[in-house]
Structure formats: C-alpha cells, structure tokens
C-alpha cells in the first residue's frame, strides 16, 4: 500500500529539483495534493528522502502515483497514466512560466542553453517517456559509403494507409481538441481515446509570418525530437510559406534540422490534417551524405544545387543568400506539383487527383542555409497498390506503414511486432524451433507475414547457433530497409532513371 502523505513529500521534493517549483509555493502545493489524495493533513515524518534528487526520470513517482489511484478508487484499472498525468501537470510550471523562462535562457545563454532546459523539463514532468524510448532496440546499417540507423519502436502502433487516408476526408467531429497535435491539447485531462495532456508544455514562435509551437516528442525516434506545430487546425501542405516556415525554423533553432512531410496519403507521414514539421538535434543519415552531382543555375547563381548521393531523389540546396535559396526552393515545388516523365512512370495528377509532393528538409551551418528536397509520388498501380514509389508487396512484412520524412531521411522505425516475430525467426533458423510450413502458411499464424521470407531463409539452410541467425534475420531487414527506399525513389539510381531526374533539372534551368 502506499501511504499518500508520504508520496506528496516526494512529490513536493521531486518538483522543487526538477519542475522548478519555488520554495515559496511548496505550501500552496501541498495543500493542493492534500485535496487531490483525499488527506486531511500532512505527514509528521517522511524520513530520508534524498534519493529523489538523484532520479533521472520519475518512474518511481509515477508508479506510485498510480498504484495509490487505484487503491483508493480515484480512477480505474487500466486508466492510471491519466491520473498520474494530472498530478504531474499540476506541478509543471504554467505554459507562460515555461515560455519566459525559455526565452531568457535564450537571450541571456543561448539557444542550446534554452533548448536543454525545455528538453529537461519534458522529460521530468513524464512526457517524453525517456525510459519507455530506451527500451526501443536500435542499430545502425553500414553500406558502403552511406549508412542507415533502423529502430524497432516499442510504443507506438503500426498505422495502415488505408486509415490515415481517410484522416484527409473525415468530416470534422465535435471532439475537442480536434486532433492530437492541436494547441488545445495543452491541459487537456484525455480520455480513452485520446492521450493526457496535463503535464505537456510548448514553445510558441513566429514562422513564416504566423502563429507556430513546438514540443518535443513523446515517441523521441532521436535525441530531442521536436515538433512544429501550426496553431491553426490546417491540413499539411507543401508550398512558398512552407519554406518561409522552416528557414524561419532554423533562424531561431540554428542548433536543429527540421523538415516537412509530403502533402499527400502514402508519402505524408502518419497525420496530414494538421500542418507540422519534424525537427531535432539529430542529423539524419541522408545529411551526412555528399553529392553525388553538381549542377549550376543561372537564375540563382548564389545557391550551389545538386542531386545527393542517396537512395531516393533528393535535390540538394546551399547558400548563404536566405531570399535566393527560398526563392529556389519555391520553383522546385511549383515545377514538380506539374511535372510527368512517363517513362518513369511518374505521373502529377490522374484526372484531378494530384500525386506529385515533396518533403524539404532545412539546416543551418554557420550562415549557410541547407534544404534537402526529397522528390515523391503516390500514385498506385494495379501491380502495386499500396503505392508505386512506396514499400513493395514483399517487404510489407517487414514495413507496410507510410514511408513518411524520418524514413526517407535514412532513420526506419519499424514496428514493435518485429522483436518477437524476428527473435521467433532465428530460433526456426537456428533449430531451437522445428519448421512448420504448413503451420506457418495459416494465416492465423504470428509469423503468416514472414513465411516467404521464413522459406527462403529454411532453403539457404540452418545457421550453427542462434547468434549466427539472428545475425542473418538483422542482415534481411538491413536490406529489406534500403530495398525500401529504392522503391520510394521517383527516379531510379538507373540510367533511365538518372537521365530523367536530369532533364527534370533542366526543366528548372538546372544544368
């Protein structure tokens, strides 16, 4: 059992080191928690509460936060994260303290100095979940001169395009807040369908001459994964005042990247109803890699161009002259909006239907501006529903989710089912477990989506221990992860495919 007074000491302890709360007000809060926990007085005794100021994260308070709900009735089984939620909303400083306290560390230390402490701050009062992130298994892809980063995420469901598609067209509901990234979600208690969001707390900014917030992420796929958000309820769209956005976004944050999804089902990202942008300290594995070509403009001869040395299309922009490379960038979405190379398969719109978008992608380095430009197509086929230019049919085993911008960047996140389904893989491969191809070929069956992968593994033969197989199950997925984005790119690395990503260059005045 645990005993309630006790807990809001180490609440009240934990606050004062971590959530910023002033002495002055501890009075007040205990009161406060007092009322919250059902208790008439204090506790007389506590003990010895020092190891509070050495926790990392909260899991210990949380828990008990939770235990203690349910054993007194506040909130049932099952629902506990929306009461411990609450509680560590109550002690998180109110969102104008957050923001002012940001924005003089900002002027007085810098943004990095800034950036630590709201980051801290979202990790202390449990929103970014650090020790529930940590437990994602991740590695990175050596290939050749280019590498990827591939992650097994543990706490977030896998989504099926056919459902965020319909997100685009839904008619609005009466639900309050109409979406998980809205404003309003800041204080809002949740329900079963919707997340708490007591303890979350934001940064408003000006990008692009409107009303903009970032928080980090809860999921955190990289270190200080933050996220723009419009203020406005708006769907994603990718234009002129996109580009204003994110060289705004970097103005400010010269210390993040930040990027936009594709406007459009199968290449957007999972949430195309509301306009946001992911961001972060992380650079990703498409940054670091070079050109693979350059190319001159005579339009804009300050702005250096060229196709990057990656998997899918990307258009690569630097200069230091902000107008000009915003102005580039600008062109380069006009022109691919309308663009078609049959011969690519690439075509902008069937009937009204527009399949052509991108992803840009902006840093800074010193004074010089950076915007990736990720080239990308939805349109489907008889052959490939799902998407052309997406995951192909036989790695949807492994990935059939949208391929959004973190993916095409170079960073997978693959869903939570892969560590059982793969860890059950290498023990058939390894002899632990006898194959079954009957069995597996039920489609009741856990492994049913790997059973042409499981097959071909069986023919190539056993591996000597279970380490050698889980070696062989991680080498498929590494190249099931490149394959991937491969499809994802609207001009192949073929000859076909490179003399059509040129003479759309050249359309551009590119050569």
Known sequence: MVDGKILIEKLLKYAKAFLHLDARDEIYFRNILLREFKLSEPATEVGDLSFIDQLDV???LVSEVEEYAVQNGFIQKGLENLYS?????ILCPLPSKVNQTFMQIKNEQ??????EYFYNLSVKSNYVQKTAISKNL?????????????????????????EIAKLLTAPKKANYPACFL??????????????ARENIRTISLSLGGEDWFVQYSPYAYYNEHMIAISNNHVPMNINSSTIDKITDFVDFFPNYMIGSN???PIIGGSILNHEHFQGGEHLMPMHKAPLLKEFKSQK????????????NSVIRLESSQKQDIKSFATDIINSWQNYSDVDCEILSHTGEVRHNSLSPVCRKVGDKYIID??????RTSEQFPDGIFHAHPEYHNIKKEGIGLIEAMGLFILPGRLKKQLSMIADILCGQTPYNEKDIANPDNYLYAHRNMISEFVKEGLSKDKEQAEKRVIDRVNQVCKNILFNTAVFKNDEKGQTGFVKFLNSNGIY
Not at 141 to 160: A, F, R, V
Not at 300 to 311: A, L, Q, R, T
């Open 85 to 89: 939620t609450y509680i560590f909303g």
């Open 110 to 115: 810098g943004i990095e100095k800034a950036c």
């Open 58 to 60: 909260p899991d210990i």
């Open 373 to 378: 430009m990720i080239l990308r197509n939805n």
């Open 138 to 162: 991740k590695w990175t892809y050596p290939d050749g001169d280019k590498y990827l980063e591939i992650t097994i995420n543990l706490s977030k469901p896998e989504k099926d395009n056919k």
């Open 182 to 195: 809205c404003k309003e979600n800041e204080g809002f208690e949740g329900h079963l369908n919707h997340p």
């Open 300 to 311: 804009y001869p300050n702005v250096k161009v060229g196709i990057v040395d990656w998997y």
């Open 262 to 264: 594709a406007s459009l």
